[in-house]
């Protein structure tokens, strides 16, 4: 069989992913093995290809296909979410840009066009994971608004609703004015901007004097239903029982006290806006103040805002500035910097604001979660992350589970009257209505009942993955869910381990009574040589299938392994594909010289023994750390133990030490020895380049009509020689030494040498080193020889007689000149080190550093006189 002189990854790519598709390589049916399973973390059906995904999916590819190998039933389901929040601002974006406003048409109407443009584009993200070579079970593909898990979310929407879980009630919500809904606190992200300190006057109601509140949204005095100091006070003793007048607004507000306020931030006077602010909707909880909301849905004002109303609430701050400055109103402006949360998605500042919403309590549910981490039944991967996870867990806050758009879950709440307890919660709307006679004794029709407008938010489908891709949630105990679950490994982001990762072991619990994954696999974020976070926005990010293009996808996969340690950012750069592609290269390049020799039914040469001999203990010894480090979940170390592997041991070494001599053949034995450990060497490789291994594991010998790399059993690890491991050391040092020796001295690489070992036995691996040192002879004597170059590897001494090639005396004279420099610098450091002074206040590692240099130094001089007496 012919092996084409370049490897063309592109055709070999679609040809092979075509094999593996048509032959069904990636199912999985549950059997008689034990199963491995993995869920991917479903991408938004808005979203295409990033880098982001493309490390975590290669991550999740090398697990799958290296436990298919080890003989597990792997199963990794694929799928896509909803994105209720950034799939609906897509279809508005879209019929704006065709002239339709979403609210020119109805819900149906406009779910039409939402579903039609899931349909167009919601695929596209999983088709470019093929690109990749992502080997998921395709027949398992779901969608979190398929019938399969949109009745799964429904259905636990009603159990916790029957539980006394989810209730309905009036709280201070993060509203996106943008999108136009609630936020969760985790979907808000803190950015310091700098902003400014209002200084109000608020007069005494009654009087001409007046006290001054500090406040950086002025806008918000319309709301303002009380000022608060703290009671230890003393500058405002006075006020007690007092009222004061809202500037602008002439609304008088009484003077309250509470611990909350801080004796020194601004003046010590709190304006209390219970309706948009936190915390000052908690210090109205506990005085029972009125809450006045001034805000429309969009960010503007509303009636409340009197003459603003209509008005955008950044307008209206730069407005009433100069209102209240006119008005003699505002006694001065500072500079401040501040925090300010904005929408994740949208990246609207947030406004606090008072909602009728819908609730998941959490602090029941939430006690199971919290100790499969802390107990380490569900394994965080770095361990770093439990004390953040801890913390949250301990300060969860209820789930806000309701959002104010169409594209979702609808909330299966009916409505059938105007009192605030008159809605039952049900199925569908004919259970509805059943339940809503019996509720409110009424003969009612389905016209009197109205659903709930509100959708669910989209983590509330989500937290239930692993156990709906199963259709565990409607058939818990079907034949599926109870072989695959709980899944084996999750690889997703740390900025998701509350927002899904903890909210899956939450619904485990709950609803199985289990863990939903052993593991938690957390990657980093992907960078750019700068450190800033790859991005479209930014620019800094590549188009992941133009690098395919560029460096295959196997040079790529290895490209984004290479310095990808879990919970650690990855620093990304180009050149790391570059170094994947040419991996590529050199195994491909190695294959095909081991293929193009002659062979011959003979004897193999002492150099081959000792090769085979070594490579066999070596490969043993890596296969043992390759293993370890995917136990601990090092990818990346495994990756690199098994690069240097291949590059180093095999192709750099043992492929040389085999290596017939040119138009000589090579014996049978080496011969199947060597294209047995390049199937050993495929195998390794196959989770990291599957593409590449397939193509040359085909090329090796004639396969089955249906075999695959993909099920070839992992190699098992033997018993490592310790002796071939420590005899080749020894030969590989002598050898590099006389390497470095020819370098230096100019001498030409294969210009036959002799060497001298000093009252030794001759080395285990002599053989291998005067083949690849190009030593002509080999002899033991006890007493040193003259005019020779010397040198050690380990304890041992060798000697290189010169050349007559060399000029001795311009040697000696170019090593004494060496030897004097060596010693000042000695001397300098010596002087630095004994110098107490120097000693006792240097930073430690600056101190350590100058130790090794003395030692280094001290080194050198004595190779160096070693080499000088030697000459002479």
């Not at 490390?55 to 694929?78: E, F, K, S, Y």
Request: some cysteine; charged content about 30%.
């Amino acid at each position: 069989m012919e092996i084409p002189a370049k490897y063309n990854p592109s055709t070999t790519e679609d040809k092979w992913y075509s094999y593996w598709m048509e032959n069904g390589f990636f199912r999985s049916v549950p059997d008689e093995r034990e199963p491995y399973t993995i869920v991917i973390p479903p991408p938004n059906v808005t979203g295409v290809l990033h880098m982001g995904h493309m490390l975590n999916n290669t991550i999740q590819d090398v697990l799958v296909r290296r436990a298919r190998m080890r003989g597990l039933n792997a199963c990794w389901v694929p799928g896509t979410d909803h994105a209720s929040i950034a799939t609906e601002a897509k279809v508005v974006q879209k019929l704006r840009a065709e002239g339709v406003k979403k609210s020119d048409l109805s819900r149906d109407e406009f779910l039409n066009h939402a579903w039609d443009w899931t349909h167009k584009h919601g695929g596209i993200i999983l088709q470019q994971l093929k690109k990749l070579g992502a080997s998921c079970d395709w027949d398992r593909e779901a969608f979190t608004m398929d019938e399969p898990r949109s009745e799964s979310v429904l259905q636990v929407f009603v159990d916790l609703h029957e539980k006394g879980h989810i209730y309905r009630g009036n709280r201070m919500v993060n509203w996106d004015p943008e999108a136009k809904t609630t936020v969760s606190d985790e979907e808000v992200i803190h950015k310091d901007v700098n902003a400014k300190l209002y200084y109000l006057k608020y007069f005494i109601e009654g009087t001409e004097e007046y006290v001054v509140v500090a406040t950086t949204r002025p806008e918000t005095i319309m709301g303002d239903t009380a000022v608060c100091v703290n009671p230890k006070d003393e500058r405002y003793t006075k006020l007690k029982g007092k009222k004061l007048i809202v500037p602008v607004v002439g609304r008088a507000v009484p003077v309250i006290e509470d611990d909350y306020v801080d004796l020194e931030f601004g003046t010590g006077c709190l304006k209390v806006t219970p309706a948009h602010d936190v915390n000052d909707y908690e210090i109205g909880q506990r005085h029972n103040l009125e809450s006045i909301d001034i805000f429309n849905e969009d960010g503007t004002l509303n009636d409340h805002g009197l003459h603003f109303a209509g008005k955008d609430r950044f307008a209206v701050r730069k407005e009433i500035s100069k209102e209240l400055e006119g008005k003699g109103l505002l006694e001065k402006v500072e500079d401040y910097q501040t925090s300010v949360g904005t929408s994740e998605r949208t990246g609207a500042v947030i406004e606090p604001r008072l909602s009728l919403q819908w609730f998941l309590r959490m602090s029941q549910i939430s006690e199971p979660a919290l100790k499969a981490v802390m107990e380490d039944e569900v394994r965080l991967i770095p361990e770093k992350f439990k004390n953040t996870y801890r913390h949250w867990m301990e300060n969860v806050r209820d789930w806000n589970i309701s959002r104010q758009l169409w594209w979702g879950h609808r909330i299966p709440a009916f409505y059938y009257g105007k009192g605030e307890d008159d809605f039952v919660v049900a199925m569908t709307a004919e259970e509805a209505l059943e339940k809503a006679k019996s509720k409110s004794g009424k003969d009612l029709s389905a016209s009197d009942l109205r659903q709930d407008e509100d959708v669910l938010d989209t983590w509330f489908s989500s937290w239930l993955w692993p156990i709906s891709v199963f259709d565990g949630v409607r058939n818990p105990e079907n034949e599926e869910i109870q072989y695959y679950y709980p899944t084996n490994d999750l690889v997703t982001a740390p900025e998701i381990l509350f927002f899904w990762v903890a909210r899956m072991i939450l619904a485990g619990y709950e609803y199985r009574d289990q863990k939903p994954f052993q593991n938690v696999y957390l990657t980093g974020i992907v960078r750019d040589k700068l450190g800033r976070k790859m991005s479209k926005s930014l620019g800094n990010s590549p188009d992941p299938l133009d690098l395919i293009d560029n460096y295959s996808a196997d040079g790529v996969r290895v490209g984004m392994l290479l310095t990808s340690p879990a919970g650690n950012d990855l620093p990304f750069d180009e050149e790391l594909c570059v170094q994947g592609r040419n991996f590529a290269n050199k195994i491909w390049n190695a294959f095909r010289l081991v293929k193009g020799w002659e062979v011959v039914d003979q004897e193999p040469d002492a150099a081959s023994r000792n090769a085979m001999a070594w490579f066999e203990a070596r490969f043993n010894a890596t296969l043992k750390d390759i293993n370890e480090n995917f136990e601990k979940y090092r990818i990346s170390d495994a990756l690199m133990s098994t690069y240097k592997l291949v590059w180093d041991d095999f192709c750099s070494w043992y492929l040389e030490m085999v290596k017939p001599a040119y138009q000589h053949p090579i014996s049978k034995e080496t011969y199947e020895a060597t294209i047995g450990y390049f199937e050993k060497l495929l195998k390794v490789l196959h989770p990291f380049m599957p593409f590449l291994t397939e193509e040359i594991w085909h090329l090796i010998e004639e396969r089955g009509e249906k075999e695959t790399i993909m099920y070839a059993e992992w190699p098992q690890i033997g018993e490592p020689s310790s002796e071939a491991l420590a005899s080749f050391d020894h030969a590989q040092e002598v050898i590099s030494a006389i390497r470095n020796l020819r370098k230096e001295k100019n001498i030409a690489p294969k210009e036959p040498l002799e060497l001298i070992g000093m009252g030794t036995n001759s080395p285990e691996f002599l053989p291998v080193i005067m083949k690849l040192g190009f030593i002509s002879e080999f002899t033991n004597q006890d007493e040193k020889p003259e005019q020779a170059f010397a040198f050690r590897a380990g304890t041992e001494e060798y000697h290189v007689p010169v050349s007559d090639a060399i000029d001795v005396e311009a040697e000696l004279e170019k090593l004494k000149k060496e030897l004097e420099y060596q010693k000042g610098f000695l001397n300098s450091v010596s002087k630095k080190l004994s110098n107490e002074r120097f000693v006792n206040n240097a930073p430690e590692q600056v101190v350590a550093n100058e130790r090794k240099k003395m030692a280094d130094a001290e080194a050198k001089i004595k190779l160096m006189e070693d080499r000088i007496a030697s000459l002479k």
